[in-house]
């Protein structure tokens, strides 16, 4: 298999996360453009059939085809990679790609998969009904419990698998505990890392050996493109994910690893904003009379706020809110905001706002919603990069009507 030749050392490799989230990975052509360039090509030519010969027979002889890799794609996993910390990366055609991906470079027929039941829609169905049709066992358990972990990790896992925050009830899992008991099970610990993102959370260093993530959010920001990465340890990624990916198939557009190239350059910043706003949002949020429950990892309410501490640099863009009036307060609240969109995507510059037990998590039972904390009054807001003000003024118009 030919991979593309190795990179020199990065020159920024050992600088601020601001410089490497602006410089990192770029690979300048003999036309020294200012802004990486865009290779938008599905395949890659060859002087004479020898180097062809060459190219294929691997590994460190150039590009061949874009479904085994591009240079502009990877750039972006290059960046990807130092912004993490992790040896390497794979991007992905979308975060489910990703997600799948992992999972299927991780197990076969006869394993067990461990995860946190609270886990956003689709990949809940991956988990709970895909895996079992290839003998795969699975188990699911409830985030913040570790005996729940012990248990189902003690007859050993192939993987174990959680987000943290989770989508869409901001539930925690105390990272280093999980991945200890992971290990001493035997399993590769994926850890979805989409709603903290590498600015606020790394569970590598953490001791997870994998972080996925949906770069559709905020590392694109402004809600264009799809696409995911897989971080992890270079024989994972080169020996388990690799062939997976070339074979089957859920490549990135080199178009969409361009503009996530430059979402990366101001991800450090939009983070910050997205944090103070929607810690504000979510302290106000708390004190409404007509607001139920507001989970944010940030709020002193939060029951797992001393894992937030620990593991997150900031709380992040997204909070869920439970309203009293159930359903119909939901939906009115929702519809009579101006400045947040009601949307299933989210990481947006734009404030959006989704209401998951009929949109993102209407394929998972009801019972099984319940117990995530998924009430008919729950909404889950991406809080985006508007004037904090304006925002908070919105939300008390639209709490006034609902
Ligand atoms: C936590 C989490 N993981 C994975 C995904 C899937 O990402 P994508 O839509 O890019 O496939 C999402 C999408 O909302 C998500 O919220």
New binding site residues.
């Given amino acids: 298999m030919a991979l593309p030749s190795p990179q020199p050392v990065d020159p920024v490799a050992g600088l601020s996360i601001d410089t490497r989230l602006v410089r990192g990975g770029t690979r300048r052509s003999h036309n020294r453009e200012t802004s990486e360039a865009l290779y938008l090509t599905s395949g890659f030519v060859y002087p004479d059939a020898e180097t062809a010969e060459a190219a294929f027979a691997g590994p460190e002889e150039g590009w061949i085809y874009t479904r085994f890799g591009n240079p502009t794609t990877a750039m972006l996993e290059d960046r990807l990679a130092l912004l993490e910390g992790a040896p390497a990366v794979r991007a992905t055609a979308?975060?489910?790609?990703?997600?799948f991906a992992a999972l299927m470079a991780s197990v076969k027929a006869g394993d067990r998969v461990v995860a946190s039941r609270a886990?956003?829609g689709?990949?809940h169905y991956v988990v709970s009904r895909i895996l079992p049709r290839f003998g795969v066992e699975t188990r699911l358990v409830d985030p913040g419990d570790l005996d729940q972990w012990r248990d189902a990790l003690r007859p050993g896992a192939a993987a174990v698998l959680f987000?943290t925050p989770?989508?869409p009830m901001i539930d925690l899992v105390d990272i280093a505990a999980v991945a200890e008991l992971g290990h001493a099970a035997g399993a590769r610990v994926i850890v979805?890392n989409?709603?903290a993102t590498a600015i606020e959370q790394r569970p590598l260093a953490h001791g997870a050996d994998v972080v996925?993530y949906?770069?559709?959010?905020h590392i694109d920001g402004q809600g264009r493109c799809?696409?995911?990465a897989v971080l992890g340890d270079a024989r994972f990624v080169v020996e388990d994910l690799q062939p997976f990916l070339r074979h089957t198939g859920p490549t990135l557009s080199p178009f969409n690893a361009w503009v996530f190239l430059k979402g990366l350059e101001t991800l450090g910043l939009r983070m910050e904003r997205h944090a103070r706003s929607a810690g504000r949002i979510a302290g106000f949020l708390a004190e409404h009379p007509k607001v139920l429950d507001v989970r944010y990892p940030r709020l002193e309410s939060h029951p797992q706020h001393a894992i937030a501490r620990r593991q997150m640099r900031r709380g992040g863009a997204m909070l869920a809110v439970t309203l009293a009036g159930g359903k119909a307060a939901a939906f009115r609240f929702a519809n009579a905001l101006r400045l947040a969109d009601i949307s299933?995507?989210?990481g947006d510059a734009k404030t959006l706002i989704a209401h998951p037990a009929t949109t993102?998590h209407a394929n998972v039972a009801p019972e099984e919603r319940a117990r995530l904390g998924i009430s008919d009054g729950t909404l889950r807001l991406s809080v985006g990069l508007e004037d904090a003000d304006d925002l908070l003024a919105d939300m008390e118009q639209a709490l006034a009507v609902c």
């Fill in positions: 979308t975060g489910m790609a990703a997600v886990l956003f689709s990949c987000e989770s989508n979805d989409v709603f996925v949906s770069a559709t959010k799809l696409g995911g299933p995507n989210l993102t």
